[in-house]
Nanobody
Framework: QVQLVESGGGLVQAGGSLRLSCAAS????????MGWFRQAPGKEREFVAG????????YYADSVKGRFTISRDNAKNTVDLQMNSLKPEDTAVYYC?????????????????WGQGTQVTVSS
């Protein structure tokens, strides 16, 4: 049974930082791109960041470039999202995702596995 389990969400003031972590289990994640999506209240779910399997190439939504950093540890099957200079508009449920053989910006139809989500709230 494949599981993606997120942790690290919470409440932070604007300008602060949070680090999200995702632990993947249930199968080898070789050749899987990993990433993060988010969904704010009343809005559609959107791509945040992605990282490929082999060369660990990274991709970001324009809204988070320069503030968020995605990384992965293939030996541990984990992927992290370091979020700095957080803004109230970053408030959302953040989802860890896995997509086989993908690279670049991910879309929802690319995703093979989803985590259950973790809440991030940024107060002004």
């Amino acid at each position: 049974q494949v599981q993606l389990v997120e942790s690290g969400g919470g409440l932070v003031q604007a300008g602060g930082s949070l680090r999200l972590s995702c632990a993947a289990s249930g199968r080898p994640f070789i050749n899987y791109a990993m990433g993060w999506f988010r969904q704010a209240p009343g809005k559609e779910r959107e791509f945040v960041a992605g990282i490929t399997w082999g060369r660990s190439n990274t991709y970001y939504a324009d809204s988070v470039k320069g503030r968020f950093t995605i990384s992965r540890d293939n030996a541990k099957n984990t992927v992290d999202l370091q979020m700095n200079s957080l803004k109230p508009e970053d408030t959302a449920v953040y989802y860890c995702v896995a997509a086989y053989g993908r690279s670049g910006t991910l879309t929802e139809k690319d995703i093979d596995y989803w985590g259950q989500g973790t809440q991030v709230t940024v107060s002004s």
